[in-house]
């Protein structure tokens, strides 16, 4: 009987959290790229009383939207009868988190940072439910010789250079020395900055593109430019739409060796059944077959396979600087599909080049506090709750503590995938506000954002408003449109305050 | 939780009474008199209404367009079965011309469209689910086919539903809702490429 009481009484402080104004469900989202803010959307949507407060590192929100789509990425036309205006799904997608956080019971608090502004633990006493959405912002490493050479960059700062990412403003690689680049790894984002490197300058002068990487690429050197992937085409890991593209760039000479392009059986399994693959492929034998018409076009592309990197050379006459990468020549091996792995010949051969780009994935990066699975790079969860160690028991669950997006996921997807994976995560909140799972830290009220302000007031953290960024954002179109560009990016910290703040 | 649930009822029943589109309320009773006689405005504007209105979004506006007399200006509409992933279905009338996203949109049924029908992502994904209606489609454009690629739950009577436009052939299409929310949490080995 005393049990079914507690029961009864757990389920009605539970539902307190979510229908009584005077104990409302406070949240906090950390990370406001796609992962924060569907959630953000999302947990509105399902406890109309809840507050909801986004915070990000950075002044501005909307993560690697504003700062991994690549700049040049053409519009897509709206096909709908509708008089809506035809905007691309940056636009939309930033329309749409805006609304949110412009939201009543929602706050953009930009400029706060998990880890030094604010402990994981401090912010778990502060609200009810803590979501973790901070993305990967850190790289796979290779672990082979010269790897710390200069002139060896890993496609996310070079993406965050050229998109005017704070972080990526001094990065400065020097594209005037040679010209050749090689880049290792062939998913979407190698062929993103593969592109940016291919581009014909004057049809980057019109996209929001930092006007640095701009004047850099104007005076680059760089005429070749190699994919490099350790196994097949039918392995690559880019979608149809990023290949045709790059495949249509004006006086770029593609070149792709038909010998690469047999498929073992195992390839025509996995092909058989992978959509994405077969197209990949298909646009890969049209473009072998191709004739090419080397010396009347510019630049080349070279899809180059089988190979995999082995060290990088140091060049001679530059000491500390890269002139090469060695590859070993490699073979597939594994019957299953899907299981085909590369294994080195003993056969070696050289790629001279003075720029590598690594785009072999993105690493998550643990904060104090928080359980992590180191081999995968992500946060140990069950359906977004995060678990409290790598066992995999879903038992041991950290109590008001989730994840979404890539922290919980591993560094896939697209935007949109972020949305099931936010509605998941939410689902798992609701149930177990109804299950009174959060009774322990929730059944009082909690300070949520009147503490979380106290307490970062104290520290004298400045912290950016959703209209501070509106500043920033004004600013931003303001110096665009004086050289025809949607918008000309403030790239150091010290102009994103100064805009925001002042 | 009832007395959380009252103080939403009021307006979920004022949205249901007032929404333009009146095919979530007459679902299955589509009646052109019914409609009329509520929603008739005086004759001398209806003449100027029919002229505004023409060959404008007449999917959104088809009750300021219809009077018995001028028949021809009526808008056909087709019935459309959208059948969600517990096996729930709903029956609604969608006007020709129409998208089948902007359809459950209209009746609150449960069909995301993250980039508003722009041919950007693939949350809008429906399974046709019978193939004599799926053959009467046009085939996929590259860029339907592009996002098609990376839908949840993909099978071969695929379609994005911002691309499925209705039309009289496809009077009793049935369009099954993938539930993606499980779906992409099972680790296949199909890559999520990014």
């Known amino acids: 009987m005393q049990n079914v009481v507690i029961l009864q009484a757990r389920k009605w402080f539970s539902r307190s959290l979510s229908s009584f104004s005077s104990n409302p469900l406070k949240v906090c989202v950390v990370g406001s790229g796609p992962a924060g803010f569907y959630t953000a959307e999302k947990m509105l949507k399902a406890h109309q009383q809840a507050q909801v407060d986004i915070i990000d590192r950075l002044p501005t929100p ?12 053409p519009e897509t036309k709206s096909n709908s009868i509708e008089l809506t205006l035809p905007e691309n799904l940056q636009q939309i997608v930033i329309n ?7 939201h009543e019971q929602c706050s953009f608090l930009g400029n706060v940072t998990l880890g030094s502004s604010i402990s994981l633990s401090e912010l778990r006493k502060l609200y009810h439910v803590v979501v973790l959405a901070y993305g ?37 690689p020097d594209l005037k020395n040679t010209d050749a680049a090689v880049i290792l790894g062939q998913g979407n984002v190698a062929l993103d900055v593969a592109r940016i490197l291919l581009r014909p300058t004057a049809e980057l002068a019109t996209t929001d593109i930092a006007n640095y990487a701009l004047a850099a690429l104007e005076e680059s050197s760089i005429r070749k430019v190699y994919l490099v992937g350790r196994r097949g085409p039918a392995q690559a890991a880019c979608t149809a739409k990023e290949l045709r593209e790059i495949l249509g760039i004006r006086n770029v000479d593609i070149s792709i060796q038909e010998v690469d392009l047999r498929l073992t059986p195992a390839d025509e399994e996995e092909l058989k059944s992978n959509r994405i693959k077969r197209r990949v492929h298909e646009l890969l034998s049209k473009a072998a077959a191709k004739p090419r018409t080397a010396g009347l076009n510019q630049r080349e592309l ?30 597939l091996k594994g019957d299953g599909p899907g299981k085909q792995i590369a294994i080195g010949t003993g056969e070696f051969e050289d790629i001279k080049c003075g720029l590598v780009l690594k785009s072999i994935g993105y690493k998550s990066v643990p904060v104090d506090g928080l359980p992590f699975d180191h081999k995968k790079g992500i946060v140990p969860n069950f359906r977004g709750r995060v678990l409290s160690d790598t066992s995999g028991d879903p038992t041991l ?9 890539w922290l919980k996921r591993g560094p896939t997807g697209i935007v949109a995938t972020n949305l099931h994976c936010a509605e998941e995560t939410v689902l798992s909140i609701s149930e177990d506000i109804e299950k009174g799972m959060l009774i322990s830290s929730a059944a009082l009220p909690k300070p949520g954002r009147e503490g979380l302000l106290q307490l970062l007031q104290d520290r004298d953290v400045r912290i950016v408003s959703f209209s501070d960024w509106e500043k920033i954002d004004s600013e931003e179109k303001r110096l665009g449109s004086s050289r025809n560009k949607p918008r000309e990016k403030l790239s150091t910290w010290d102009e994103l305050h100064k805009a925001a703040l002042e | 939780m009832l007395s959380s649930r009252l103080p939403r009822l009021g307006p979920w029943i ?22 009329n006689r509520f929603l008739q405005p005086p004759a ?125 052939e496809l009077d009793g299409i049935r369009l099954a809702i993938p539930a993606a929310t499980r779906n992409f949490a099972v680790d296949g080995y199909v890559p999520k490429p990014h």
């Not at chain 1, 669950?397 to 997006?405: I, K, P, T």
Request: hydrophobic share 30%.
């Open chain 1, 62 to 73: 909307f993560g690697l939207v504003r700062s991994g789509v690549a700049p040049d990425h």
């Open chain 1, 96 to 102: 749409q988190f805006s609304r949110v956080a412009q």
């Open chain 1, 136 to 172: 990967a912002e850190s790289d796979r490493s290779l672990g082979i010789p010269g790897e710390s050479l200069k002139g060896i960059y890993s496609a996310r700062e070079f993406v965050w250079w050229y998109n005017g990412h704070p972080d990526g403003r001094n990065l400065d």
């Open chain 1, 302 to 331: 070279h899809f180059v396979f089988f190979r995999k990197p082995d060290s990088f050379q140091e060049s001679e006459d530059r000491t500390g600087h890269v002139s090469g990468v060695h590859f070993e020549k490699t073979v």
């Open chain 1, 397 to 405: 669950l950290e109590e008001g503590l989730y994840v979404c997006g």
């Open chain 2, 14 to 35: 004022a949205k249901r009474l007032f929404t333009r589109n009146y095919a979530s309320i007459y679902r299955g009773r589509y009646n052109q008199s019914t409609r």
């Open chain 2, 44 to 168: 001398f504007q209806q003449l100027s209404l029919n002229k505004l209105y023409n060959g404008a979004m007449i999917g959104k506006h088809n009750f300021l367009s219809t009077t018995s007399n001028e028949g021809n200006e009526q808008k056909e509409t087709i019935s459309v079965t959208f059948v969600d992933k517990d096996g729930e279905e709903q029956h609604i009338r969608v006007p020709v011309g129409m998208s089948m996203l902007e359809a459950a949109h209209e009746n609150d049924i449960e069909l995301e469209g993250a980039c508003e029908g722009s041919l950007a992502c693939s949350t809008c994904h429906v399974i046709v689910m019978d193939v004599e209606y799926y053959n009467k489609l046009e085939d996929p454009t590259d860029e339907e086919n592009d996002m098609l690629d990376l839908a949840f739950g993909l099978s071969e009577t695929s379609r994005l539903g911002c691309q499925v436009i209705a039309k009289p």
